[in-house]
Each structure stands twice: as structure tokens, then as C-alpha cells.
């Protein structure tokens, strides 16, 4: 069945220190999603910025009736923001992606268009990624490496611009506090037997602000949670036991 005007969306943003780019990405949701559906918010989780974000998010709550805001005191991670964000939702379906502008919002109705009663999640994948040399080698290394190791099988993992039934989140329980719950997130999606389609979306130059994410400083401890989350959701599987909470 295609989906109407009457199926709600819940769309939000995960912020951190995206002052330059947050307003514009909420506005673009606003003017997308007024299209799409009756029945829709916006909701944005300011992950303890430290620059002006929090200015312009209160401003824009302020205008804008649909548009929520999230106050995270401190700094809670990626993982920390997307789990709130996941929380805060209350329509039929889910859409999220960064609020630092290198994905855009205007590629959201190519996958409601997909979206249908067959399918419980659509996933995007980057048509090229416009980032430095460095962050796209690494990110290559990154898709390859959890695609193998935790049998998860997308064309790109870490494209961080998804629509989802909320109704997932009944059965799927996220944990992570880094960016590495992307990886989580889609594995227990998949081992959920949960139905994905997959689009392709622009992605653009960082036009504001840092990567919190794909840097050579975090990459050692990007490593440790990987390992973590492999031996919490991947071994189980490989050995076909269970692994004791004291032995992870």
C-alpha cells in the first residue's frame, strides 16, 4: 500500500556543535515534510554543543510549532543523541539524518515513495562521497570490515540517512553511546528478520564544523567498540551459545 497524507512522520536531527547548518536543515524538513504528510514533527537533540547551536535551536522552537528541541547538559556521544532521538518519536515512522547538512533532506521523498507495508526500513547509500581523501579510504575500510564481521550485508552501513517504522524499536534495543551504533542498530535490525530497501542519496562536503566520528585520533577506540559489539551480538552466533555478561 502506498503511504498518504495520513501516515505520520517523525523526523529528527542529532546536533553537535552544527550551528552553521542546523537551521537550514530544519527548515528544508519542514518544507519537505509539509508535502508528504498531514502528520508530522521535527526533533532535534543538541548533544551539548558548545558553539551557537543551542541559540538557534531555541529560535527556531520558538517560530515553529512542529519543531521540538532535545537539551543534552553533556555531551552524550552519537549513540547517546540517536537513542534519544529514537525516544522522542511518536509518529508511525521514523526519519533521521546528521544535522551537519552533507546528506540532504530533499532526498527523503524518494524513499517514502519506497516505503510501503512490504517493507519495515529503507536505508540509504551515499551515490559518492564528498569528503577528504583520508575519510573516504577509511570509511571504505569501515564498510568493508563490519559488513564482513557482523554478516550484515548493506551497501553502506555507516549512511547515516534512514526511514524507519518506529514499531522496530518494540522488538530492536539500542546500547551504544558512539557512532559505532549504527553498526548495532542494523545488525539487530537484520538478525530481527526485519524487511530493508535501499536508495541511493547525494552526500556533500562538510561545510561546517568537524567529524565527530571518522578521525585518526578516534579511530583506536571506534577499534574497541567494534570488538565489544562483536563479541556481544557476533560471537553468540559463530559459537551458537550465548555469552555470559561477566565474560564480556
Not at 519542514?30 to 548533544?47: A, F, Q
Not at 539524518?97 to 552533507?102: C, E, K, N
Not at 519506497?114 to 579510504?137: A, C, E, F, T, W
Request: proline share 2%.
Amino acid at each position: 500500500m502506498e503511504l498518504g497524507s495520513k501516515n505520520g512522520i517523525s523526523a529528527f536531527f542529532p546536533a553537535y556543535n552544527d550551528g552553521g547548518t542546523i537551521a537550514s536543515m530544519v527548515l528544508s524538513a519542514i518544507l519537505v515534510l509539509e508535502r508528504l504528510t498531514d502528520d508530522y514533527e521535527v526533533i532535534v537533540v543538541n548533544d551539548g554543543s558548545s558553539d551557537y547551536t543551542r541559540e538557534i535551536l531555541d529560535e527556531l522552537e520558538r517560530r515553529y510549532d512542529r519543531v521540538r528541541v532535545v537539551q543534552h547538559e553533556t555531551n552524550k556521544g552519537y549513540g547517546g543523541a540517536l537513542r534519544t532521538g529514537f525516544s522522542e518519536a511518536t509518529k508511525e515512522f521514523v526519519f533521521y539524518t546528521d544535522g551537519d547538512a552533507q546528506y540532504d533532506v530533499r532526498d527523503l521523498p524518494a524513499m517514502w515513495q519506497v516505503m510501503n507495508d512490504s517493507i519495515d526500513m529503507v536505508q540509504g547509500y551515499k551515490m559518492g562521497r564528498s569528503d577528504p581523501l583520508h575519510r573516504v579510504v577509511i570509511g571504505r575500510l569501515y564498510h568493508s570490515m563490519t559488513n564482513l564481521a557482523f554478516g550484515i550485508h548493506l551497501r553502506d552501513v555507516d549512511c547515516d540517512f534512514r526511514l524507519i517504522r518506529r514499531s522496530i524499536f518494540d522488538q530492536v534495543h539500542l546500547e551504544s553511546d558512539s557512532g559505532v551504533i549504527c553498526v548495532e542498530m542494523m545488525k539487530k535490525i537484520r538478525d530481527g528478520g526485519f524487511r530493508i530497501s535501499e536508495v541511493p542519496v547525494h552526500h556533500y562536503h562538510r561545510a561546517y564544523g568537524q567529524s565527530q566520528f571518522f578521525n585518526f585520533r578516534r579511530i583506536a577506540r571506534v577499534g574497541l567498540d567494534l570488538l565489544r559489539l562483536w563479541w556481544q551480538l557476533r560471537l553468540p552466533q559463530l559459537l551458537g551459545r550465548d555469552i555470559p555478561v561477566d565474560e564480556l
